[in-house]
């Protein structure tokens, strides 16, 4: 006869110690859930840090750029400034070169004058110049009715303190209409008062400056100029002859 022995188990006892596992393994797991929300805690906390840090140096960058800017703003309109200065200086030496060419011009003539050299005539052209009249232009610097400028200067040497006097008579020499022409610069200008049959007279013990406006006839191909210096005083006559005419810009002499 077989015995079985069968150990009694306390049902408090049995349930007891399922339920101990039981408890154990959620303090497990709310202790790993935990562990890990803390770590993703710290995790965002660092990540929010490095983005802080991100938009602080984004900031500082940013700063640093326009006051970059601003200094580049400074140093072109710097450059600028001093670029028109440059130019301004520039413009007035170029003015006083100019000037200084002019005194230097006006002394050369006065020595001229005053101690003339030799085998020139007591009495002399110093300069002619007869230029389109720049106040009687027509679109892009078209000249219109063939209208100039004209200046010349008569001078003497001085050896003695007298005055000389004469006249002194001007021809524009060209081509009109397939024929040369010669006409007599008094005849040709603007004003009719001024319109003599004769030359310009002139009076005067150191030098005389004559100007004024002439225009062509329409038609007129002007090529040459000439001159003749009557002197009462000194009963002489002066002829320059075949003084070149320029097609663009008029004509320019300077007595020699």
């Not at 006869?1 to 110690?17: A, E, F, S």
């Not at 790993?32 to 929010?48: H, V």
């Not at 601003?70 to 600028?80: G, S």
């Not at 002394?107 to 230029?131: H, T």
Request: charged share 25%.
């Amino acid at each position: 006869m077989t015995h079985i022995i069968v150990h009694r188990t306390h049902p408090l006892q049995y349930y007891g110690l399922r339920l101990f596992v039981l408890l154990l393994m959620i303090a497990l797991l709310w202790g790993a859930y935990e562990m890990g929300y803390m770590q993703s805690e710290d995790d965002i906390i660092e990540a929010k840090g490095g983005r802080k840090s991100l938009l602080v140096q984004q900031s500082v960058l940013k700063k640093k750029n326009t006051e970059l800017s601003k200094e580049l703003l400074h140093l072109e309109r710097k450059y600028l400034l001093e670029q028109e200065s440059s130019q301004l200086i520039q413009l007035g030496m170029n003015k006083d070169l100019e000037k200084i060419a002019e005194l230097e011009k006006e002394l050369v003539f006065y020595k001229a004058i005053v101690s003339p050299g030799k085998g020139r005539e007591s009495i002399y052209l110093q300069s002619l110049d007869i230029v389109p009249d720049n106040s009687n232009l027509k679109g892009a610097g078209e000249h219109t009715d063939q209208q100039y400028q004209y200046a010349f200067t008569l001078a003497q040497k001085i050896k003695k303190n007298s005055y000389t006097k004469g006249t002194i008579t001007l021809y524009i020499k060209g081509m009109q209409a397939d024929k040369s022409v010669k006409l007599l610069l008094n005849s040709l200008l603007v004003n009719p008062k001024e319109r003599k049959e004769k030359g310009f007279k002139y009076s005067f013990k150191y030098f005389q400056a004559f100007n004024g406006i002439m225009r062509l006839p329409e038609g007129m191909i002007p090529h040459s100029v000439d001159i003749i210096i009557d002197s009462k005083k000194k009963k002489s006559t002066i002829e320059l002859g075949d003084l070149k005419w320029s097609q663009t810009g008029g004509m320019k002499y300077v007595g020699q």
